[in-house]
C-alpha cells in the first residue's frame, strides 16, 4: 500500500512501472494464497508459551511439569504436529512469583509471539497473570487446581481444561473423610489463596457431610519450621487434615510425625505435603495407615488406570512415580498430568478450530474448548475421563484417595466424576472477547 | 487449658532458635567489631554451609553418621576458606570501607546465590541427621474427673533437636575462652581496640583481617551444618538467618559478643513464645519492632559501647 502512495506526479516512468508491477505481483500472489501470514503460518511451527516455575517455591513441580510437556511434545511431534504444524515450547521460569509471571506472560506474548500460553500450577502465580493474559488477548491455558477460574475471579483468555479445582476435589473428599476417618476435623494449609480454598470448601463441605472442623491453622508457604504450630491443634481433633507446599514439605511432615509419634489423630493429607517427596525418606514411617488425596496415583496400581503405564512410560516415571535414571528423583506425579493432557487437549481444540495463528482463530480456539464436554480416558488423557464445564471453563474429573501401606501409596477410594460436581459460579461464555 | 504442655514447646523451639542465630549472628558481630564491615552476604555463607553438607553427605556415600561428622569437620573450613578468599580478592582491596564494602557484599550475595541456583538447582534437600529420637513425655493434668495423662499432646521434642541447643552452647564457649585466654583472641582484640597502633606493635592486621572474615564465615557455615538435618538445604535459605542475624546484633550491640548472645537468646525466646502463643508473623513484627526501639533509645544496642 505504502508503495502506491510513493507513486507522485515527477515520478519517472521506469519506477512507476516497477511500483506496478510489484501491486500486481503481490496481488496475484494474495489471490491464490490469502496473504502472507497464512503462508508463514502453514509452515512455521505452533509456539506454545510454557510458563514455568523453574525456581523459586514451586521448583520441584516446574522440574516435572516440563519434563511431562517435552514428553507431550515430543509425542504430539512424531505424529505429526498439529495439522502438519510442529510444536515448539518456548519456555520462561517465572521464579514462582506472580509479578514476574505476569512479565513472563508478556515476554512469551510480545517477544516470542507464541500462539497459546500454558502450564502454570502455584496459585497466585495464576491469580497475578491471568489479567495480562486477558489484556493481551492471550489464550492462557493453566494447570492449577485453584478454585480462581471456576469461581469467576479470571476472565474469557483463561482455561483450565485438564486439571480438576480444589473445591471439587474437596467436595469429593468429605464424605470420605466424615464416614470413614472421623467427624471432629482440624486443618492445617498455606495461607495463600490455594490454601484459603481447602479452607473455605473443605469446611463447608464438612459441614454439609455431619462434620466440624474445630481449627483452623495457616502457616506461610515460605516457613521452614512447623513444630510451633502443631501446639495449636485441639485434643479432641479426630482427624488432622493437611495440604503444604514449598521447598519444606519433608520438614512440614517429619515434625508433624515427631509431634505425635505416630501416635495422635488419623492423618488425611494432600499429596501436595509430600509431592516430589520419597515415601521411603527418613523420618516418615509415621504415615503408615494415613490417607492421601491424590489427583492421580503415584505408585502404579496395576490395571485399575488402563493408560497409565504407556503415560509413565512417556515422561520417564518407574512403577513407584521416580524418575527411571535417578530413584531418588520423586516426581509430581498426582499433578503433572495436567500438562499432558492440556497440550494434547490443545492439538484436538486447534485441529476442531482450524487454526491459523492470528487473532480470529485464537477466539475460535477458546470457543471450540468452550464447546468441549465430555472427555473419555486414553493415552491422550491417563488420568481419567473427564466433563469439562465451558461456562465455568473448569473441568471436573475423578479423584483418588490412597493408603500408606509399607511406604507405598495403595489405591483405597476413587470417586465418581459426578461426586465433585458443583453448581456453576460464572458464565465466562457471557463475556465479549 | 493446654498451658503446660505450649509453655514447654515454645521455650524449646525458642531455644533452639536462639541457638542457631547466636552461632549463626556472632559470625556476623564479630567482623563488624573488627572490621566495620557490615557483611551483606552473611546468610549465604550460612545457605552455603547446608548445600556443602547436603553435598558430603549425599555424594560420599557414607552413612549418616559419618557424613554428618566429616560434614562438621570440613565444611566450616571450607566456607571459612572462601570467606578468607573473598575478603582478599574483594573486601581488603576496597580498604574496608564501610559504604563500599556494603555493595561489594550485596554483589557477594548475588554471585554465590546465583552460582548456587545454576549448580546445585532450586531444590530443598534433606539432610539425615546423625541419630534423631523422639522423647515424648506425657502431660499430666488435673482435669473434671481427676488427674488425667494427655498422651502424645504432651510434648514431643527430639534428641537431635536438643543436641543442636547443647553443641551451640558448647561452641560459642570455645569461641569466648579463644578470644578471651588465647595469643590469637589476644591479636583480634588488640586489632579490634585500635588497629594503627596493633600495626605498629607488629600485629599482621590485615592477616587478622582475612582470617576473622574466614571465622564469620565458618561460624555462619557451622550454624548451618548443625541445623540442615532438622530444616533442609535450598538455595534461598539465607534470607532469613541474615535478616535475624542483623537484629540480633543491633539489639545486642554492634561487635559485642555477649550482647549478640543475650540479644539471641531474647530474640529466639520471644520468637518461640509469640509463635506458639500467638501468631508466628506476630514474632517477626515484634522483634523487628525491638530493632526499632533499641535504635531509638539504645543507638548502640543493649551491650554496644559508645563509639564517639
Known sequence: MKKVKLIKPGISRRSALKAVGAIGGTAMVSSTIPGWYLQASTSEPIKIGFQVHRTGIGAAYGRWYERTSIAAVERINSEGGIMGRQVELVAEDDGTDPKRGAEVVEKLTVQHGCDVVFGTLFSHVVIGSSPRAGELKMPYFVVSEGHHVASGMLNRYTLQPCITDVKSQVEAMAPFVSGNLGKKVTMIFPDFAFGHDHRDYFSAAMEKNGGQILEKIAIPPTETSFSKYFPKIPRDTEVLYHVMVGPAVLTFVKELGEFFGGQGPTLFGFIDSLEAVDMTSPGLEFLDGSYFWEGMPRYSQGDTLPFDQAYRDAVGCDENGASVTDSRDVSTYAHMFGCWETLFLLREAMTMADYKSDQASRVRLIETVESMSEIPASEEHPQGPKIFNGKTHQVFGQQYITKVENGRLNLAHATSIEDTFYPDEVDYTSQSF | ?308
Open chain 2, 1 to 308: 487449658m493446654e498451658f503446660g504442655p505450649y509453655l514447654i514447646i515454645a521455650l524449646f523451639e525458642g531455644a533452639l532458635t536462639s541457638a542457631v542465630i547466636a552461632l549463626t549472628a556472632v559470625g556476623l558481630s564479630v567482623v563488624f567489631g573488627l572490621m566495620r564491615v557490615v557483611n551483606v552476604a552473611h546468610g549465604e555463607f550460612f545457605m552455603l554451609g547446608a548445600v556443602f553438607t547436603w553435598f558430603i553427605t549425599w555424594n560420599l556415600g557414607l552413612n549418616p553418621t559419618v557424613g554428618f561428622i566429616t560434614a562438621l569437620l570440613l565444611v566450616p573450613l571450607a566456607v571459612g576458606s572462601l570467606a578468607t578468599l573473598a575478603d582478599r580478592l574483594i573486601l581488603n582491596r576496597l580498604d574496608y570501607d564501610p559504604e563500599r564494602t556494603i555493595v561489594a557484599t550485596i554483589g557477594l550475595l548475588y554471585l554465590i546465590q546465583q552460582s548456587t541456583l545454576m549448580s546445585y538447582g532450586p531444590d530443598a534437600r534433606p539432610v539425615e541427621p546423625p541419630f534423631n529420637h523422639r522423647i515424648a513425655l506425657p502431660w499430666i493434668e488435673l482435669g473434671e474427673s481427676g488427674w488425667q495423662i494427655y498422651w502424645p499432646w504432651g510434648f514431643g521434642i527430639t534428641t537431635y533437636k536438643l543436641a543442636v541447643i547443647l553443641a551451640a552452647i558448647v561452641l560459642l564457649w570455645i569461641l569466648l575462652r579463644l578470644l578471651a585466654r588465647t595469643k590469637y583472641g589476644l591479636l583480634i582484640r588488640a586489632t579490634q581496640q585500635d588497629s594503627e597502633m596493633a600495626l605498629a606493635f607488629g600485629i599482621p592486621v590485615s592477616r587478622v583481617y582475612a582470617i576473622v572474615f574466614g571465622i564469620g564465615g565458618g561460624l555462619a557455615a557451622l550454624g548451618a551444618v548443625l541445623i540442615v538435618p532438622i530444616r533442609q538445604a535450598h538455595y534461598l535459605m539465607g534470607g532469613e538467618p541474615l535478616l535475624l542475624s542483623f537484629i540480633v546484633v543491633i539489639v545486642g550491640g554492634l561487635g559485642s559478643i555477649p550482647g549478640t548472645i543475650l540479644a539471641a537468646i531474647l530474640i529466639g525466646m520471644s520468637d518461640g513464645l509469640i509463635s506458639v502463643f500467638f501468631s508466628p508473623t506476630l514474632a517477626k513484627i515484634v522483634a523487628t519492632l525491638l530493632v526499632v526501639f533499641v535504635l531509638i533509645f539504645r543507638p548502640n544496642g543493649l551491650f554496644g559501647k559508645n563509639q564517639q
